[in-house]
């Protein structure tokens, strides 16, 4: 295990985020539930030093058992960040009582395929050994014999290298992680994508009837996480459940860090407390005239802002779900008055439909059609028709994929038409509420597509 | 006993549509559609078999 097995616990100062100590630009709300973490950009930043880290956080707790670990964890009703929210302690458990010869396998994902996303990059950025500690902690309960961090970013990737290097320099005696390059590719951050790659294959997904729990990597029992999941893990194992919770019940109470991009003054990364309203989300980042805010990433649904009381629900994950909502993979995009919803999601599902591995049939041909189907209702061309598409084309497609990229990109569109039923309307007229140009505040940098664009 | 298809190994072929036209039909773009995926223990031979013949090996019929 790591360092000493001593309990005593360096008792930190501050506020215990995540963001603690990340460069100067934090400048949280009143109510500090909102706090602005980073902007955009990817200059380097400082990696905070092994040193400042078990100053900030204190060093790794010693003699935890997997029982224990268990249920704090539960109590602590931990959910993952990377997009399917699945309780945490739930996959360690499964993977630590999953019947096989293999030594257990323990992957943190911080591939950040989903476009707009930057705040898993930035949290391995600025302290990849908070993540590392969860990584080890992991492990070490699963008594794991190999561990692997897979990433995109070539910053990322040198600050944890540097960061490992740090903890080995100061005797620091754990699993070695493995860092696996992630290439590009929306579906390169898919589970089964993932463990393929690590595995030298393709970073494609695969079709599998067993679930990673049980046979993953190489037929291993496999826990794959977000990094920010992993980061999370090595606070709540520091400072409790009911540190985590902040004394809140039901859902996950924790802080997450969103990536909140689009139509505001201030896109960058947050790290948000529960309780938080959206209308103090939205004063934060500085949107000017909100219309609609999708919400977590290109699976994502929409709320649309116009309709009553919107604005004033608490941004936790309970009432989240009232709204069918979720913060999936813990972007926020918002829309305002100079583009329309529609033509941004019609973007968005053409950029997703070039995304598909092409693997399986009802992807590879239903994405187009069904892209095709969300630019006539966009762009006004033949609004009738392209509903009556999607009505013929999704069920051809939903689950039919081997992976969930098309019952995604079907929650987009299912929920684009819902919510906007009445631009809907008003585009069979030839009309569009849209003040400004058609084109796309959601979609990735350098993407190109023509029903964003072309209008 | 159930019909499994690996959609990522499928190339639409069509051939388990042919030999199984009680279990799977195509869309259109030949792609199977699991008509239904129970398996009558009196067809397991055949689906097997079928299972056999496909091109890209993407049927398993599955013991439950």
């Known amino acids: 295990m790591i360092e000493s097995v001593s309990v005593s616990i360096m008792a930190p100062t501050g506020p215990r985020r995540l963001s603690q100590g990340w460069e100067s630009a934090h400048r949280p709300a009143p109510s500090g539930r909102v706090a602005f973490v ?15 880290h078990v100053a900030a956080y204190g060093r790794l707790p010693g003699g935890l058992t997997l029982g224990m670990t268990l249920d704090t964890l539960r109590a602590a009703n931990l959910t993952g960040r990377g997009g399917a929210g699945f309780p945490f302690w739930k996959k360690l458990q499964a993977v630590a009582t999953a019947e ?5 396998v323990v992957i943190a994902n911080g591939s950040e395929s989903e476009p707009l996303s930057k705040k898993d990059t930035l ?48 005797g620091i005696t754990e699993l070695r992680v493995t860092i696996v390059e992630a290439p590009a590719g929306y579906v390169s951050g898919q589970e089964t994508a993932v463990v393929r790659r690590i595995a030298k294959g393709p970073a494609l997904p695969q079709f599998s009837m067993d679930r990673i ?46 990536t909140i991009i689009g139509a505001v003054g201030r896109p960058g990364v947050y790290e948000l407390s ?47 779900a009232e709204h069918r909502l979720s913060f999936g993979a813990g972007v926020l995009g918002v829309v305002g008055r100079e583009t ?3 033509v941004e999601a019609a973007a968005i599902t053409e950029y997703l439909a070039g995304q598909s591995a092409g693997q399986c049939g009802p992807c590879l041909h239903g994405l187009p059609e069904i892209s095709t189907a969300m630019a006539r209702i966009a762009l006004s061309s033949d609004v009738e028709r392209g509903m009556h598409d999607l009505r013929s084309v999704i ?37 569009c509420t849209a003040q400004g140009s058609h084109t796309s505040m959601l979609l990735p940098p350098g993407a190109s597509v023509s029903a964003g664009g072309a209008a | 006993m159930r019909l499994v298809i690996d959609p990522t190994r499928c190339h639409g072929h069509g051939t388990c549509a042919e030999l199984l036209d009680e279990y799977i039909r195509l869309d259109k ?26 091109p890209e090996l993407a049927i398993s019929v599955v013991d439950d």
């Open chain 1, 38 to 52: 980073s902007d955009l950009s990817t200059r380097p930043r400082l990696v905070m030093p092994l040193a400042e």
């Open chain 1, 100 to 104: 096989s010869r293999k030594s257990p």
């Open chain 1, 123 to 170: 949290l391995l950025k600025n302290n990849p050994h908070l993540v590392l500690d969860g990584i080890s902690l992991v492990a070490g309960l699963l008594g794991a014999k190999s561990a692997y961090l897979y990433v995109k970013d070539r910053e990322a990737h040198s600050a944890v290298n540097a960061a490992m290097r740090e903890r080995r320099e100061r």
């Open chain 1, 213 to 258: 729990a049980s046979s993953g990597l190489r037929g291993a029992p496999t826990l794959l996480s977000n990094v920010e999941t992993f980061a999370h893990v090595a606070m709540i194992l520091r400072f409790g459940s009911e540190w985590y919770r902040q004394g809140g019940q039901g859902g996950d109470r924790g802080t997450r860090l969103l």
């Open chain 1, 274 to 320: 529960p309780g938080a309203s959206l209308a103090e989300v939205l004063r934060e980042t500085e949107a000017p005239d909100p219309r609609a805010v999708l919400f977590g990433g290109y699976f994502g649904r929409w709320l649309d802002l116009s309709a009553p009381h919107t604005a004033k629900f608490p941004m936790d994950d309970a009432a989240l």
């Open chain 1, 340 to 342: 329309c919803p529609v």
């Open chain 1, 395 to 431: 069920p051809l497609v939903e689950h039919r994929g081997g992976c969930q990229h098309p019952d995604g990109v079907i929650q987009l569109v299912r929920s684009t038409v819902g919510a906007f039923a009445e631009e809907v309307k008003l585009h069979r007229s030839g009309r």
């Open chain 2, 29 to 54: 773009w030949h792609y199977p559609i699991i008509a239904k995926q129970k398996v009558s223990v009196s067809h397991a031979d055949l689906l097997r078999r079928a299972a056999q013949l496909c």
